[in-house]
């Protein structure tokens, strides 16, 4: 490859930045997919085009406990594009003129998205459904519902660990089926609702030497396993969000081995709601809509009705893309 030599063209090119800059995001595009795909191809990063990048984008893995592999969020994916931009345009400047394969219109925005989500499987609520039908198998009840209330709380409109842990027992109307979510009204399904309720009334729980007794955090309405002897201790937030995300880590994606986490659960109860709401042959127009303001306002509407906190209608359209994706 000569003086094309990748590694040596981002060690210049990261030269150039703070160093704090550096830690936060060579190790997104410098990691050993890129080589193992420049030996495939027989050249180097910057001599692929765009079709190129995005096949390359494709390798790009996460990895997650007990050093398993699962593909990028399509939020990583821009990101990672971001910074190649970044870096051709360095080498433009600085070693040759060459078109810079990241301004291809092809692979910008939803377009791009498309490319990606070619060949992944759509995340469906049934593929929720058998998830929690996997996550229950061979699991003691009590673990097992615990389980499937917080994937249920994801999907059915929490959009993060801590708003589970902040739900308070005033914010939950039995009755009703409802829970004040970020200062709205969500309705709760029966079956989440019957879980919420067994949760909250649980005094004990099994583990793998004893039994924990259940807690909860300050006035909340879900509560939490604990050794018997830390039950007094006091926690924040932070301790029981970071719980949830152990549980959902460890019992659930490295269980089952899946890619799945919160924020894909949350998006899928969004997109539901769309079709719910317009159909779904229009939600997957108004989600692949490309300079149509009308699209827009529809999509920004049904986000401030669920609650999304997300402003960018284009960042909300590429988030939203992999539950059309064919």
Known sequence: MGEKNT??????????????T???????????????????????????????LVELLKTFNNANYKDRQYKMSYRSYDTV???LRGFFD????????????CNDKRIKGNAGMQLL???????????????????????????????????????????EASDIVKLKTSEVNEKKKTAIVRGREIKLSNRLSKLLKKVHEMEDYPAYRGTFVMVAFEDSYFKY???PKNAEE?????FYTNFISRVF?????????????????????????MVESVGREHANEIIESLRDSEATRELMTLAAEYGIAEKNSTTLKKVMLPFVAK
């Open 7 to 20: 590694k040596e063209l981002l060690d210049r090119y990261f030269e150039t930045m703070p160093e704090t």
């Open 234 to 238: 006091t926690r924040s937030v932070e």
């Open 22 to 52: 550096v830690v936060k995001i060579r190790r997104q595009v410098d990691r050993p997919e890129l080589y193992e795909f420049e030996q495939e191809k027989g050249k180097p990063l910057v001599e692929f085009d765009a079709m190129e």
């Open 225 to 227: 396993p604990t050794r």
């Open 117 to 159: 989500a070619d060949d992944r499987e759509v995340f469906t609520s049934e593929t929720m459904e058998k998830i929690i039908q996997d996550v229950r198998d061979g699991d003691d009840e009590r673990i097992a519902d615990y389980h499937e209330a917080i994937i249920r709380l994801f999907y059915e409109g929490f959009p």
């Open 90 to 101: 360095w080498y433009i400047h600085n070693e040759e003129v060459i078109i810079n394969p």
């Open 249 to 273: 880590n460890k019992e659930i994606k490295q269980k089952l081995n899946l890619n799945i986490n919160g924020r894909t659960l949350y998006l899928c109860g969004f997109y539901d709601y």
């Open 81 to 83: 594009l971001s910074i």
